[in-house]
C-alpha cells in the first residue's frame, strides 16, 4: 500500500513539474511574421507620433506599451487586447497609480495598494490589461520627472501613446487580413450543423495553426469543446423528450 501510494504521489509530482516546461505556442509562421512586423512597426510609429506631437523623447514609452503591443499585433484575438482593454486598462491604472502614489508614502506599499486597486477596478470597468499594472508601478517608481508630471502623466504619455497603439494596431491587422478589434459578443450566423466527424486532438491543432494565436491552451480548447459537446447532447436530448 505503501508503494502503491508512493507511485502515485510520484507520478502525480512528475505531472506537476512538467506543467514548468515551454509549451508549444499554436501559432503558425506566417502569424508569427505578422505579430513580429506589426509589434516592431506599431512601437515605431507610435513613439514617432508622440515624439512628434509631444516635441520631445517619452522616456515612458518603452516597457507598458511594449508590453501592449505584444498584444494588440501577436493575440489581436484576446479580450485583453481589445481597444477598450488598451486605452481604458493603461489610462485607469495611471490615474490609481498617481493617486495612490500620492496617499501612500511608501513607495513599495503604495506600489501593492496601486496594483490591487487597479486590477480590481479593470475588472469591475472590463477593461483588464495586463500592461497596466506596469503602468500603476510606474506611476510610483518613475522617479521625479514622473511625479513633476503630476496627472499629466496620464493623458501624456499614458493615453496618447495608448490610443497611438490601438489606431496603429486597427489599420495593420485589417491590412494584414486579421479582424481587430474583436466584437464584444456573439456574431449571428448560420444554424448549428451536427458535424459527422469526430474531431482529434491533431484537427485541433491544425486548426489553431492555420489561423491567428488565440489566447488559449490546446488542452483547455479542447475541454472546451467537450464541454461545448455535452451542453449540446443534453439539449438535443432535452428536445428529444
Known amino acids: 500500500m505503501t508503494k502503491n501510494r508512493l507511485m502515485i504521489w510520484t507520478r502525480k509530482a512528475g505531472q506537476f513539474l512538467l506543467r514548468f516546461w515551454p509549451q508549444p505556442l499554436a501559432s503558425g509562421g506566417k502569424q508569427i511574421v505578422i505579430a513580429a512586423v506589426g509589434a516592431g512597426l506599431g512601437l515605431m510609429l507610435t513613439s514617432l507620433l508622440c515624439h512628434w506631437i509631444l516635441g520631445e523623447v517619452n522616456l515612458w514609452f518603452i516597457a507598458p506599451v511594449g508590453a501592449s503591443a505584444v498584444l494588440v499585433f501577436g493575440v489581436p ?84 501613446n495608448s490610443v497611438m497603439l490601438v489606431l496603429v494596431g486597427v489599420i495593420f491587422n485589417h491590412l494584414s487580413g486579421r479582424r481587430y478589434p474583436h466584437l464584444p459578443g456573439p456574431v449571428p450566423g448560420p444554424a448549428p450543423v451536427a458535424m459527422p466527424y469526430p474531431i482529434s486532438r491533431e484537427d485541433l491543432h491544425e486548426a489553431l495553426l492555420s489561423g491567428e494565436m488565440l489566447d488559449i491552451d490546446e488542452d483547455d480548447a479542447r475541454d472546451l469543446l467537450t464541454r461545448a459537446e455535452q451542453i449540446a447532447a443534453r439539449r438535443q436530448a432535452g428536445r428529444a423528450r
Open 77 to 160: 484575438a484576446s479580450p485583453l487586447a481589445q481597444p477598450w482593454s488598451v486605452i481604458g486598462g493603461n489610462t485607469l491604472a495611471a490615474v490609481v497609480g498617481i493617486t495612490v502614489g500620492n496617499l501612500l508614502p511608501h513607495p513599495s506599499v503604495a506600489c501593492g495598494v496601486a496594483g490591487a486597486i487597479a486590477m480590481a477596478l479593470m475588472h469591475k470597468l472590463r477593461c483588464l490589461h495586463p500592461p497596466g499594472g506596469a503602468v500603476a508601478v510606474t506611476a510610483i517608481f518613475g522617479g521625479p520627472t514622473v511625479h513633476a508630471l503630476g496627472y499629466q502623466f496620464v493623458l501624456a504619455p499614458v493615453l496618447l
